[in-house]
Protein backbone atom coordinates (compact mmCIF):
# COMPACT_ATOMS: atom_id res chain seq x y z
CA UNK A 1 0.00 0.00 0.00
CA UNK A 2 1.23 3.35 -0.89
CA UNK A 3 1.83 5.97 1.50
CA UNK A 4 1.42 9.84 0.79
CA UNK A 5 3.60 12.23 3.27
CA UNK A 6 3.36 16.01 2.97
CA UNK A 7 5.42 18.32 4.78
CA UNK A 8 5.38 20.64 6.41
CA UNK A 9 2.10 20.19 8.60
CA UNK A 10 1.92 23.48 8.95
CA UNK A 11 3.43 25.98 6.68
CA UNK A 12 3.24 29.88 7.99
CA UNK A 13 3.42 32.64 5.03
CA UNK A 14 2.40 36.04 4.70
CA UNK A 15 0.01 37.51 2.12
CA UNK A 16 1.43 37.83 -0.76
CA UNK A 17 4.30 35.38 -0.03
CA UNK A 18 4.93 32.26 -2.23
CA UNK A 19 4.21 28.97 -0.15
CA UNK A 20 5.59 25.96 -1.52
CA UNK A 21 4.24 22.02 -0.34
CA UNK A 22 5.66 19.30 -0.67
CA UNK A 23 4.42 15.38 -1.16
CA UNK A 24 6.18 12.40 -1.30
CA UNK A 25 5.29 8.76 -2.21
CA UNK A 26 6.71 5.82 -0.53
CA UNK A 27 7.14 4.27 -4.50
CA UNK A 28 5.93 5.74 -8.19
CA UNK A 29 2.27 7.12 -8.44
CA UNK A 30 3.62 8.30 -11.95
CA UNK A 31 1.56 11.93 -12.65
CA UNK A 32 -1.44 10.08 -11.41
CA UNK A 33 -1.67 12.94 -8.20
CA UNK A 34 -4.03 15.18 -7.39
CA UNK A 35 -4.35 18.28 -4.62
CA UNK A 36 -7.16 19.64 -2.90
CA UNK A 37 -7.68 22.54 -0.54
CA UNK A 38 -10.28 22.49 2.44
CA UNK A 39 -11.12 25.63 4.42
CA UNK A 40 -12.84 24.48 7.65
CA UNK A 41 -16.20 23.44 7.69
CA UNK A 42 -16.01 23.08 3.99
CA UNK A 43 -15.55 20.03 1.52
CA UNK A 44 -12.65 19.73 0.08
CA UNK A 45 -12.23 21.10 -3.36
CA UNK A 46 -10.30 19.66 -6.54
CA UNK A 47 -7.19 22.01 -7.30
CA UNK A 48 -4.86 19.98 -9.44
CA UNK A 49 -5.05 16.75 -10.93
CA UNK A 50 -2.57 15.15 -13.20
CA UNK A 51 0.40 16.43 -11.18
CA UNK A 52 0.08 19.57 -12.80
CA UNK A 53 -3.37 20.16 -14.35
CA UNK A 54 -5.47 22.74 -12.56
CA UNK A 55 -9.02 22.07 -12.58
CA UNK A 56 -11.91 24.30 -13.42
CA UNK A 57 -11.63 27.59 -12.38
CA UNK A 58 -8.85 27.49 -10.07
CA UNK A 59 -6.45 30.12 -10.28
CA UNK A 60 -3.18 30.55 -12.41
CA UNK A 61 -1.97 31.22 -9.14
CA UNK A 62 -1.78 27.67 -7.86
CA UNK A 63 0.90 25.17 -10.12
CA UNK A 64 1.50 21.58 -9.38
CA UNK A 65 4.49 19.68 -10.56
CA UNK A 66 6.42 16.42 -10.29
CA UNK A 67 6.23 12.85 -11.11
CA UNK A 68 7.12 9.42 -10.18
CA UNK A 69 7.85 10.26 -5.93
CA UNK A 70 8.09 13.69 -5.18
CA UNK A 71 5.27 16.16 -6.21
CA UNK A 72 5.02 19.80 -5.15
CA UNK A 73 1.86 22.60 -5.34
CA UNK A 74 2.99 25.65 -5.50
CA UNK A 75 1.08 28.95 -4.73
CA UNK A 76 2.70 32.35 -6.52
CA UNK A 77 1.01 34.90 -4.30
CA UNK A 78 -1.01 34.04 -1.49
CA UNK A 79 -4.27 35.39 -1.02
CA UNK A 80 -6.51 35.46 1.84
CA UNK A 81 -9.15 32.95 0.55
CA UNK A 82 -5.91 30.24 0.37
CA UNK A 83 -5.21 30.19 3.98
CA UNK A 84 -6.28 26.60 4.04
CA UNK A 85 -5.25 22.66 5.03
CA UNK A 86 -4.18 21.14 1.60
CA UNK A 87 -4.49 17.49 0.51
CA UNK A 88 -2.50 15.27 -2.29
CA UNK A 89 -4.17 12.18 -3.11
CA UNK A 90 -2.59 9.50 -5.63
CA UNK A 91 -4.66 7.43 -7.88
CA UNK A 92 -2.17 5.48 -9.44
CA UNK A 93 -2.71 2.26 -7.04
CA UNK A 94 -6.01 1.65 -6.04
CA UNK A 95 -7.39 0.45 -3.42
CA UNK A 96 -7.21 2.62 -1.61
CA UNK A 97 -5.86 5.65 -3.27
CA UNK A 98 -4.17 7.50 -0.45
CA UNK A 99 -4.78 10.98 0.46
CA UNK A 100 -1.73 13.04 2.28
CA UNK A 101 -1.83 14.10 6.09
CA UNK A 102 -2.41 17.64 5.00
CA UNK A 103 -0.38 20.76 5.26
CA UNK A 104 -2.10 23.55 6.77
CA UNK A 105 -1.22 27.05 5.62
CA UNK A 106 -1.39 29.83 7.92
CA UNK A 107 -1.13 33.51 8.47
CA UNK A 108 1.93 34.59 9.44
CA UNK B 1 -25.86 24.59 -10.20
CA UNK B 2 -23.74 21.81 -10.48
CA UNK B 3 -24.03 20.19 -6.34
CA UNK B 4 -24.05 17.88 -4.17
CA UNK B 5 -26.17 17.55 -0.92
CA UNK B 6 -25.51 14.47 1.53
CA UNK B 7 -28.28 13.96 4.38
CA UNK B 8 -29.00 11.30 6.81
CA UNK B 9 -26.16 11.33 9.61
CA UNK B 10 -26.75 11.33 12.95
CA UNK B 11 -25.88 9.94 16.48
CA UNK B 12 -25.98 5.87 16.38
CA UNK B 13 -25.06 3.17 19.04
CA UNK B 14 -22.17 0.48 18.41
CA UNK B 15 -23.43 -2.12 16.11
CA UNK B 16 -26.47 -0.11 14.55
CA UNK B 17 -27.18 1.22 10.99
CA UNK B 18 -27.70 4.40 9.29
CA UNK B 19 -28.14 5.11 5.25
CA UNK B 20 -26.64 8.31 3.91
CA UNK B 21 -28.08 9.87 0.74
CA UNK B 22 -26.89 12.12 -1.80
CA UNK B 23 -28.81 14.30 -4.38
CA UNK B 24 -27.05 15.70 -7.45
CA UNK B 25 -28.10 18.03 -9.14
CA UNK B 26 -26.20 20.17 -12.12
CA UNK B 27 -25.05 17.63 -13.79
CA UNK B 28 -25.67 14.44 -15.95
CA UNK B 29 -25.74 12.08 -12.65
CA UNK B 30 -25.89 8.61 -14.72
CA UNK B 31 -22.37 9.43 -16.68
CA UNK B 32 -20.14 9.55 -13.39
CA UNK B 33 -19.02 7.34 -10.92
CA UNK B 34 -19.44 8.08 -7.63
CA UNK B 35 -17.77 8.09 -4.54
CA UNK B 36 -18.19 8.29 -0.33
CA UNK B 37 -15.33 9.54 1.28
CA UNK B 38 -14.93 10.01 5.20
CA UNK B 39 -12.98 12.48 7.40
CA UNK B 40 -12.60 11.77 10.67
CA UNK B 41 -12.81 14.37 13.66
CA UNK B 42 -9.50 16.38 13.48
CA UNK B 43 -8.22 13.99 10.98
CA UNK B 44 -7.08 13.40 7.04
CA UNK B 45 -9.68 12.55 4.24
CA UNK B 46 -10.30 8.31 3.74
CA UNK B 47 -11.47 6.92 0.52
CA UNK B 48 -14.94 4.63 1.31
CA UNK B 49 -16.19 3.24 -1.73
CA UNK B 50 -17.21 3.51 -5.36
CA UNK B 51 -19.70 3.11 -7.88
CA UNK B 52 -19.75 2.93 -11.75
CA UNK B 53 -21.97 4.71 -13.50
CA UNK B 54 -24.46 1.66 -14.08
CA UNK B 55 -24.06 0.57 -10.64
CA UNK B 56 -22.41 -2.78 -12.08
CA UNK B 57 -19.26 -2.16 -10.06
CA UNK B 58 -18.25 -1.82 -6.88
CA UNK B 59 -15.38 -0.83 -4.43
CA UNK B 60 -14.47 -0.50 -1.04
CA UNK B 61 -11.66 -0.01 1.11
CA UNK B 62 -11.20 -2.59 3.35
CA UNK B 63 -12.29 -1.71 6.79
CA UNK B 64 -15.67 -1.54 5.81
CA UNK B 65 -16.23 -4.39 3.46
CA UNK B 66 -19.06 -6.54 4.35
CA UNK B 67 -20.31 -3.37 6.47
CA UNK B 68 -21.01 -1.12 4.37
CA UNK B 69 -23.18 -1.46 0.42
CA UNK B 70 -23.17 1.48 -1.88
CA UNK B 71 -25.66 2.11 -4.35
CA UNK B 72 -26.79 4.97 -6.33
CA UNK B 73 -30.37 5.35 -8.04
CA UNK B 74 -29.88 7.18 -11.47
CA UNK B 75 -33.76 7.60 -12.28
CA UNK B 76 -33.62 10.29 -9.19
CA UNK B 77 -30.05 11.54 -9.22
CA UNK B 78 -29.04 9.55 -5.68
CA UNK B 79 -26.13 8.39 -4.45
CA UNK B 80 -26.77 5.86 -0.84
CA UNK B 81 -24.41 4.25 1.71
CA UNK B 82 -25.72 1.92 3.51
CA UNK B 83 -23.94 1.71 7.15
CA UNK B 84 -24.31 -1.73 9.19
CA UNK B 85 -22.78 -2.65 12.20
CA UNK B 86 -21.06 0.61 12.55
CA UNK B 87 -17.74 1.14 15.08
CA UNK B 88 -16.83 3.91 16.95
CA UNK B 89 -13.93 4.24 14.42
CA UNK B 90 -16.63 4.88 11.70
CA UNK B 91 -17.35 8.07 13.37
CA UNK B 92 -16.81 10.92 11.07
CA UNK B 93 -18.22 13.37 8.43
CA UNK B 94 -19.12 11.84 5.27
CA UNK B 95 -18.46 13.07 1.62
CA UNK B 96 -20.32 12.34 -1.16
CA UNK B 97 -17.95 12.93 -4.45
CA UNK B 98 -18.12 13.11 -7.93
CA UNK B 99 -15.21 10.29 -9.57
CA UNK B 100 -13.31 10.42 -12.27
CA UNK B 101 -11.90 7.22 -13.62
CA UNK B 102 -8.02 7.38 -14.18
CA UNK B 103 -6.82 3.70 -14.36
CA UNK B 104 -6.41 2.31 -12.31
CA UNK B 105 -8.08 5.05 -9.75
CA UNK B 106 -10.03 7.31 -9.34
CA UNK B 107 -9.80 11.82 -8.28
CA UNK B 108 -12.62 13.71 -7.41
CA UNK B 109 -13.44 16.18 -9.05
CA UNK B 110 -16.87 17.54 -6.83
CA UNK B 111 -17.89 17.37 -3.66
CA UNK B 112 -20.94 17.99 -1.12
CA UNK B 113 -20.55 19.79 2.35
CA UNK B 114 -20.37 15.97 4.26
CA UNK B 115 -22.68 14.65 6.86
CA UNK B 116 -21.67 13.99 9.72
CA UNK B 117 -21.91 9.92 11.55
CA UNK B 118 -20.75 9.78 14.85
CA UNK B 119 -21.31 6.25 16.38
CA UNK B 120 -21.68 6.17 20.53
CA UNK B 121 -23.48 4.84 23.23
Known amino acids: EIVMTQSPATLSVSPGERATLSCRAS??????LAWYQQKPGQAPRLLIY???TRATGIPARFSGSGSGTEFTLTISSLQSEDFAVYYCQQYNNWPPGAFGGGTKVEIK | EVQLVESGGGLVQPGGSLRLSCAAS????????MSWVRQAPGKGLEWVAN????????YYVDSVKGRFTISRDNAKNSLYLQMNSLRAEDTAVYYC??????????????WGRGTLVTVSS
Open chain 1, 50 to 52: GAS
Open chain 2, 51 to 58: IKQDGSEK
Open chain 1, 27 to 32: QSVSSN
Open chain 2, 26 to 33: GFTFSSYW
Open chain 2, 97 to 110: ARARRVFPGWYFDL
